[in-house]
């Protein structure tokens, strides 16, 4: 069977990102059964013969219009889909879409007729405010990082940045390769606008955003940054909670040594 990656290198090398990055999510116990999701801006990818390819599903509805996505092209992780699945069948278990010029509904119209996440109104609109806004980000990638997680489950950890503090001084890097550190957003019903809406307004501030007693969800330049700075983020707490179990809270950097980072690599905070 044809698929839209043939002959087509750049297209078939983001994708093949996406397949590696679901593994990672995979393997790091992050994705259980269907968890997460990941969606993709690749209009800048996609030729005149795509442009042109018919649809291969019905008319859908996303159930928002977000006007700076006219014309634009997605891969998305399919509804139901295993990242662990994903990883090596990328095609059959995500798909890529068309936004229509209404820019409230879409087709598909590669490979198969894999009907895109749940979450897709939700990733789509932070894509729309990415494009509004100039941003070069091209991912979201939503997962749930245990020990992340786990922290979210206590209250003192979850004021205004409250753990990007205690994050970033496990170990000097996090403060290099997450600089805006850690948004929180309250517990909200998966799926629901409310969710939708605080995580938008959080990623104002911050790449990634920890959902209390739920996940994270990220913004990257590609699916690959996006996984590094949960990576990151979660590497620290994995720290954290180490110290904790051999019985002691961590010292962490101090103030001074967190300042000589931001000096040293010209950081924003
Ligand atoms: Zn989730």
């Known amino acids: ?20 990055v679901a593994g990672y999510l995979w393997q790091n116990g992050w994705a259980e059964r ?41 891969y998305c992780k399919g509804t139901g889909k295993r990242m662990r699945d994903l990883a090596r069948w990328p095609m059959d278990n995500g798909s890529v879409i068309r936004i229509l010029d209404d820019c409230a509904s ?10 895109p996440t749940s979450e897709l109104p939700s990733h789509l609109t932070v894509h729309n405010h990415l494009i509004e806004s100039g941003s070069a980000y091209k991912a979201t ?32 890097e996090t403060k290099a ?44 330049l590609d699916v690959m940054d996006a996984f590094d700075q949960i990576d990151v983020l979660s590497k620290s707490a994995k720290i954290y ?4 179990c051999m019985g002691f809270e961590p010292d962490g950097m101090t103030d001074e040594q967190m300042a000589e980072m931001t000096r040293a690599f010209n950081l924003p905070k």
């Open 177 to 220: 390769f997450c600089p805006l550190g850690l948004g929180v957003v309250p517990y909200q019903l998966p799926g629901s606008n409310d969710l939708a809406d605080a995580t938008l307004k959080e990623l104002e501030d911050y790449d990634v955003v920890l959902w209390e007693k739920h996940g994270v969800f990220a913004k990257g």
């Open 141 to 172: 990638v939503h997962t749930h990082p245990i020990e992340l997680v786990a922290m979210s489950h206590n209250k003192k950890f979850l004021g205004k940045d409250v753990l990007t503090r205690i994050l970033w001084s496990m170990i000097p």
């Open 1 to 20: 069977m044809n698929s839209i990656l043939d002959g087509r290198s750049a297209l078939k090398k983001e994708i093949d990102k996406i397949a590696e």
């Open 34 to 74: 269907n968890g997460g999701n990941i969606t993709v801006n690749i209009t800048e990818l996609v030729d005149d013969e795509i442009r042109r390819m018919p649809a291969i599903s019905e008319v859908k509805q996303i159930g928002v219009t977000l006007p700076a996505l006219k014309g634009c092209y997605f």
């Open 241 to 244: 909670i180490d110290a904790k």
């Open 106 to 115: 879409y087709v598909i119209i590669a490979d198969n007729a894999v009907m």
